[in-house]
Nanobody, 122 residues
Framework: QVQLVESGGGLVQAGGSLRLSCAAS????????MGWFRQAPGKEREFVAA????????SYLDSVKGRFTISRDNDKNTVYLQMTSLNPEETAVYYC???????????????WGQGTQVTVSS
């Protein structure tokens, strides 16, 4: 099992940047692919980015390509999501998740954090 705790959310102006972190407990972090998802009020939880076990393979939601970067530090048991050029439509609770494969499907992830709020003001 792995427990996940997100941090780094907050209020930012449109066009601004934030870096989210997700710290994992346990010594099995490097055995999991990691993903970031987000959920806005009244909307389904959607995929944002994923990264493979080693960090050599990543994938992104089309609308965030070129603006968001997912990375991981297996020595620190942490995955990051660097977000730039944020817009108000990206206001949501952001969740990290762990699973066997770095897919874009939420149901492929077994473990979830509690989420961190990101609010982008216009």
């Amino acid at each position: 099992q792995v427990q996940l705790v997100e941090s780094g959310g907050g209020l930012v102006q449109a066009g601004g940047s934030l870096r989210l972190s997700c710290a994992a407990s346990g010594r099995t972090f490097r055995s999991y692919a990691m993903g970031w998802f987000r959920q806005a009020p009244g909307k389904e939880r959607e995929f944002v980015a994923a990264i493979s076990l080693s960090g050599t393979s990543t994938s992104y939601l089309d609308s965030v390509k070129g603006r968001f970067t997912i990375s991981r530090d297996n020595d620190k048991n942490t995955v990051y999501l660097q977000m730039t050029s944020l817009n108000p439509e990206e206001t949501a609770v952001y969740y990290c998740a762990a699973g066997r494969f770095a897919t874009q499907k939420r149901y492929d992830y077994n473990y979830w954090g509690q989420g961190t709020q990101v609010t982008v003001s216009s």
